[in-house]
C-alpha cells in the first residue's frame, strides 16, 4: 500500500520579487512524497498565485486524494480526482519519481526522450531602469527574461538592452497592457531586439489578438492553463508557456507540448518560483521548447539537498536524488 505524506514549506527569496500587480518575497510550496515499500517519490508545486492558490489550499486539495493514492490511483486517475493546479502537479511529479525508481530508469528513459543540457533564462524583476540595468549586467547568463508593466516599458526595456547589447531578450508582462499599447510598443520592443511578448493583456480580455499580425512572437501564459484552452490560445498566439502548476503536471503538460507541436505551435516552459524539486519536471518539457524560464530556484536564499546545476544559464539534468 502507499503513503503520502504532504507538508507546506516557506522559502524565501533573495530580494523581493515586483511583477505587473505582485510583489513576492518568500513562496509557500506543497511538498509531496509517496512511499510504497522501500521507494519513495516526491514532488513540489507552488500553485498559481492569480487563481487564489495557496499553500494551504494546496495541502487540503492533495490531502483529499489520499485514499486514492493509497488504493494505488495512477497519474491518469489523478486527471480526474484533481482539477488542473499546483496540488495535481506535486502528486504527479512524486508518483512520476516513484515509478522511475521502481522501474530503476530516470523519467525521460521512460519516456523515450533524449535529453540535454538547456539554457534557461534569467529573469530581471521590475524596478527602476538603473536597478533593472545593474541586474541584468550581474547575469552570467545570455538569456534574459524582463519583467514589464505599463510603467515606463520602454525606458525600462532600452536600460537593459544597453546593459546587455548580448544577450537574448524575452519580455513578460503579467498581463499588464492594453491591445492599444501592444499596438504601439511592439514594433519598438522589435527594434531593440527583443525575441518574443509574453502574455500582453489580460486573461479572458485578449480577443483582439485573433488576427493581429504581430512583428514578432507572442506568448500565451495566463491564457492557456492546459489542453481544454489550447484551441482558443492557438488563434491568438504563437507560443504557449507550459507550466506545470498550471497543467497539473508532467503527465497532463506532455500532453499539451503535443498538441502545439501537431498545430506548429513553439513552446516554453516557465515555473512559479521553488526550489530545484519544483524546477526538475520541468526540464523533461524543456526538452522540446524554443524558450526554457527553469530559474526559480535561483531567486531563492537556499535551496533543496541535490540542487539543479546553473552555470552561465546551462541547466544540467535533476540529480537521481534529487527527481525522476
Known amino acids: 500500500m502507499r503513503q503520502l505524506t504532504c507538508s507546506v514549506e516557506n522559502w524565501s527569496l533573495k530580494r523581493p ?7 513576492f518575497s518568500e513562496v509557500a510550496v506543497l511538498h509531496a512524497s509517496i512511499c510504497e515499500g522501500d521507494q519513495m517519490g516526491q514532488g513540489e508545486a507552488t500553485g498559481i498565485y492569480y487563481l487564489q492558490e495557496t499553500g494551504s489550499s494546496l495541502l487540503a486539495q492533495a490531502q483529499s486524494v489520499s485514499g486514492a493514492i493509497a488504493d494505488g490511483a495512477s497519474r491518469d486517475d489523478l486527471l480526474r480526482l484533481l482539477p488542473a493546479g499546483g496540488a495535481r502537479n506535486a502528486l504527479d511529479a512524486a508518483l512520476w519519481d ?11 528513459e521512460m519516456l523515450g526522450i533524449p535529453i540535454q543540457p538547456v539554457v534557461t533564462v534569467n529573469t530581471v524583476g521590475i524596478g527602476s531602469p538603473a536597478d533593472m540595468a545593474t541586474v ?8 534574459i527574461k524582463v519583467k514589464l508593466n505599463d510603467d515606463m516599458p520602454l525606458e525600462r526595456l532600452r536600460a537593459v538592452r544597453a546593459a546587455r547589447p548580448d544577450a537574448v531578450i524575452v519580455v513578460d508582462v503579467n498581463a499588464g497592457w492594453t491591445f492599444a499599447q501592444l499596438q504601439a510598443l511592439a514594433p519598438r520592443f522589435r527594434d531593440l531586439g527583443v525575441a518574443m511578448i509574453e502574455q500582453p493583456l489580460p486573461r479572458g480580455a485578449d480577443s483582439e489578438l485573433e488576427g493581429y499580425k504581430a512583428p514578432l512572437p507572442l506568448c500565451a501564459d495566463e491564457s492557456c492553463l492546459d489542453t481544454t484552452e489550447f484551441e482558443q490560445a492557438a488563434k491568438r498566439y504563437q507560443m504557449i508557456n507550459i507550466k506545470l502548476d498550471k497543467t497539473g503536471g508532467l503527465t497532463e503538460a506532455l500532453r499539451l507540448a503535443a498538441m502545439a507541436r501537431d498545430r506548429g505551435i513553439d513552446l516554453m516552459v516557465g515555473n512559479m518560483v521553488g526550489t530545484s524539486l519544483g524546477m526538475a519536471p520541468g526540464f523533461v518539457i524543456a526538452q522540446q521548447c524554443r524558450f526554457v524560464d527553469l530559474d526559480g530556484a535561483l531567486l531563492l536564499r537556499r535551496d533543496r539537498d541535490h540542487p539543479m546545476s546553473y552555470t552561465g ?9 534529487l527527481w525522476g
Not at 520579487?17 to 510583489?23: A, D, K, L, S
Not at 541584468?136 to 538569456?143: I, M, V
Not at 544559464?313 to 536524488?321: A, I, L, N, T, Y
Open 136 to 143: 541584468a549586467k550581474s547575469l552570467d547568463t545570455d538569456h
Open 313 to 321: 544559464g546551462v541547466v544540467m539534468p535533476p540529480p537521481v536524488e
Open 17 to 23: 520579487f515586483h511583477i505587473t500587480g505582485y510583489t
Open 98 to 108: 516513484l515509478e522511475a525508481k521502481q522501474a530503476g530508469k530516470r523519467v525521460w
